[in-house]
């Protein structure tokens, strides 16, 4: 039966949030129950699954039993695993974390959790998928459920969903037809199958535009600086409940997809005109890298704060992969997986001090009431992990960035990674100067803060040094996987 | 909400229409193995019948009663698909390899048959749902009470 766990991972998520209406329309109290059990589920069969793939390597799951370039493949490898058991757990510590957080209205809604469960359908299905159209079709899925998810809240949420829904539909419009173009130079949407043909096939301008817009579609997706747009008031606006999910989950994944084409069509020694493909997108992402914490460190707002914070990180990551070289795939993957945790953080505390202080903005946060240490220590933890202090994996990460930055000789590329983190800790500084200055008499007192939440904030805390304590392991898999081993 | 229309002409041809298309429709659901049709198509023709008859006889009339009913199937036809794709891992195959249905006294090919009209039925099922919904969502004026948009957009999936 373990051969079937790519299957089961999806169908878990899926049967359970399309089931949703029909299980609850009586029973509204068993919406939260049911999506709780089915996460948990699905983290212990991601867990199974990362056992399975370590202990037999990577396979490829043939749906329908089809085999790979005529029928529909899924790959399940090292890097999918991982990526899978860290979106479960940011979804189990999102859902943990709403117990308090969710909005009047959100708690009880079924449509809410149906859609989360969506979410995580189209997240597992991305993460799998080794063919370009599936891609596309479980993109749409993750997508449709996080426009809903990011207006929830109605009013303006609704207005700045409105807007997430018109670019992320550009941005899958720009995608589906650069897999057109690739579909008709080449006549096949398999990964594999792709890789073989198109080193054959890149004077063809038809394939040269197909990869162009397939990555424009997608740094959208992933809000890569210049189409970024989207993202900071969509954050800012979604329910508190919601953020924490989105943020850690959609600009990932989407980057880790275009990473899997990246790492499988584009080969190091392509060039345009005389300049290597892959340095282009190491630039872009130093672009991405130094303005997106340039931004960060200019909010007041601290959920858009925070927001930034992930737009520089993805341009870091865009740096990490497309060094070229093994150590800063490894270090670009690890950090991936280090900020889906990080920001799952950030605005779980950023969601907490709005709902239980009242705080959106910097000069709100300087006049509140000394927060709870739950929140205190574990902005501290997020502080290191996201500046990059050595116990927690966000170091780690950095670091084989930078050397893997060394290894391939450019400079730029590991000085945008040290300004980037001297951003971060300056726009951290800020945060710490209100903070610890909050000690207002007069504030009225916030509301107790109940166990998931901080079980939630302590969960996210050990992951974050747990993935410090862990990162050789993790390295070494990454770096077996970027050397072509797969796994 | 959509209010009957007071045309004895439109009422009439819509009579005789309404059977007609769904007939259309079951013929295309079932037709899709063997050319051109197939559970999609064959959902939005059925979807569309449905629709023609709220848009005629209202949506309260008792002419639209499939219609209200199809409404409660939310998400049944997606079940109906996953549940066949899950009935072939049973059987030791990968989800949607028909050939391993657990299907005493058929042979493979028949097997497979019976497995892609079920996936069919199911895709159908779940197309006219969202159809109907959709439109009566968008026929709602200040009610909001369909919020079912969580199985609308997996449909295409």
Known sequence: MTNQLPILLFLTPFVAGVAMPLLTAKRPGWCRPVTLGTVALLLFLALLNLVHVLTYGPMEYALGGWAAPLGIAWLNDSLAAMLILTVAFVAQVTLLYGYQVTSPGLERSMAYYALVLMLLTGLIGIVFAADLFNLFVFLEVAALAAYALAGAAGGKSAVFAFRYLLLGSLGAALYLLGVGHLYVATGTLNMADLAIRIPGLLSSTAVASGLIYIFLGLSIKMALLPLHGWLPDAYRNAPNAVTPLLAATITKISLAAWVRIEHSLILPGIEVGAVPVLVLLEELGVIAALAGGALALVQTDIKRMFAYAGIGHVGLILVGVSLGNATGFAGGMAYLINDAVMQVALFMIAGALLHLHGVRTLDELRAMQTPSPWLTGSLLVVAIGMVGLPPTGGFFGKWNIVLGALEAEHYLAAFSVLASTLLTLGFFIKVFACWFHAAAADAPAPPEMTAPLSTALGLTAIAIVGLGVFSDPIFHLLVGFASGGGG | ?157
């Open chain 2, 1 to 157: 909400m959509i209010h009957a229309h007071d045309s004895v002409i439109v009422r009439t041809l819509g009579r005789i229409l309404i059977p007609v298309a769904q007939l259309y429709g079951c013929y295309v659901i079932v037709f899709g193995q063997y050319g051109p049709g197939g559970g999609f198509v064959g959902g939005v023709v059925l979807a569309a019948s449905m629709i023609l008859a709220i848009l005629i006889f209202g949506q309260d009339a008792d002419d639209s009663w499939l219609a209200r009913v199809a409404l409660h199937g939310d998400g049944l036809g997606l079940l109906i698909f996953a549940g066949v794709g899950g009935l072939c891992l049973i059987g030791g195959g990968q989800f949607l390899n028909y050939a391993h249905l657990q299907v005493p006294g058929l042979d493979e090919p028949a097997r497979r048959s019976l497995g892609i009209l079920a996936t069919q039925i199911g895709v159908a099922l779940d197309v006219a749902v969202t159809g109907i919904s959709i439109s009566i969502s968008l026929s709602s004026e200040d009610e909001d009470e369909d919020e079912d948009d969580s199985d609308g957009e997996v449909s295409h999936a």
